[in-house]
């Protein structure tokens, strides 16, 4: 199945990699603000280290979420495989080779990596180093990238012997005719993340920065805290898996043997993207924290042992 009509107004612009990853930030942001202002105070300062080194579009706490894209524009290339995790979804049983690269250099060696370097021994002395301003920004982006199901699969079929790369080759057509491919739709929120050259483009205005914010803000509303008490905050593979779990009863079954899809689907897709970026928030939130509190009790023993 190569193709799929989508029915929508909108045209793909800035995708999840801008405004999704900024609301994933922007939540976290406020959470913390509320409930941990210490480790808030914490993220933001180490994310700021590296502001002089940046191209001033990544200089804020939500902005310092889209970095990782950033630099692919540099021809930083290592830190390709680290954006995703590819779990196969291979329901017509094929016979699949994936590489030892796929298997262990993905977005949870991302963000267990960045875990290590902030939170080592080591440098428990040094709470603020270029390395450490670098994995903070990692952590901000793989979090978000990870909430977005086709970050944690690839679907197999006999159209896709290789892959589908996430939906990359997988083609669908918008309203105007427009083909765009699916991971650009989801990247999109369904077409909810919509911006262009003056609505929420980096370096973000006042006026963006508060409407960000306020989106935030509105959508802790809708999907609050309390509604994940039950939900694993600290784990990312459990993400990858309920990601690819998502992806699998949801994301691809209407293209999996027809072109046929439900006229609510758009809609459904948009709220299904909402509730995880509130949940990628929280869990951003939640990772920090943790790391926070591990790096304080580090410092706490270098004091002792002086």
């Known amino acids: 199945m190569k193709y799929l009509l989508i029915s929508t107004l909108v045209m793909l612009s800035y995708q999840w990699w801008d405004v999704g990853h900024m609301m994933t930030a922007q939540i976290a942001k406020n959470h913390l603000r509320e409930n941990r202002p210490d480790v808030l105070a914490w993220a933001d300062s180490l994310i700021q280290d590296l502001n002089p080194l940046t191209d001033g579009k990544?200089?804020?706490?939500?902005?310092?979420?889209?970095?990782?894209?950033?630099?692919?524009?540099?021809g930083t290339n290592f830190m390709n495989d680290w954006h995703y995790t590819d779990r196969p979804m291979n329901p017509d049983g094929l016979q699949i080779k994936i590489e030892d690269q796929a298997r262990n250099i993905n977005s949870i060696y991302a963000i267990n990596s960045a875990t290590s370097v902030l939170t080592s021994t080591k440098t428990a002395k040094f709470r603020?180093?270029?390395?450490?301003?670098?994995?903070?920004r990692v952590l901000l982006h793989v979090i978000g990238d990870l909430h977005q199901p086709l970050h944690d699969t690839t679907f197999w079929n006999v159209s896709y012997p290789t892959g589908d790369q996430g939906g990359n080759l997988m083609k669908i057509q918008i309203e105007n005719g427009t083909f765009v491919n699916l991971h650009s739709f989801w990247d999109a929120g369904a077409f909810a993340f919509v911006s262009n050259s003056t609505f929420l483009s980096r370096p973000l205005s006042s006026k963006d920065q508060e409407y960000l914010d306020n989106w935030a803000k509105d959508l802790i509303r809708s999907y609050p805290y309390s509604n994940y008490k039950d939900y694993d905050m600290t784990n990312p593979s459990v993400w990858t898996y309920v990601g690819y779990r998502q992806a699998l009863q949801f994301v691809y079954p209407m293209i999996q043997s027809s072109n046929n899809f439900n006229k609510n689907y758009v809609e459904q897709a948009k709220?299904?993207?909402?509730?995880?970026?509130?949940v990628g928030g929280y869990?951003?939130?939640?990772?920090?924290?943790?790391?926070?509190?591990?790096?304080?009790?580090?410092?706490?023993?270098?004091?002792f042992d002086q």
Request: charge should be negative; hydrophobic fraction near 50%.
């Open 283 to 303: 869990r951003l939130a939640n990772k920090l924290i943790e790391i926070f509190d591990i790096i304080l009790l580090n410092e706490s023993k270098v004091k």
């Open 58 to 74: 990544s200089n804020t706490f939500a902005e310092a979420a889209v970095w990782l894209d950033d630099v692919k524009e540099t």
């Open 128 to 136: 603020h180093t270029v390395f450490k301003a670098e994995m903070i």
């Open 271 to 278: 709220q299904f993207c909402e509730n995880n970026l509130a």
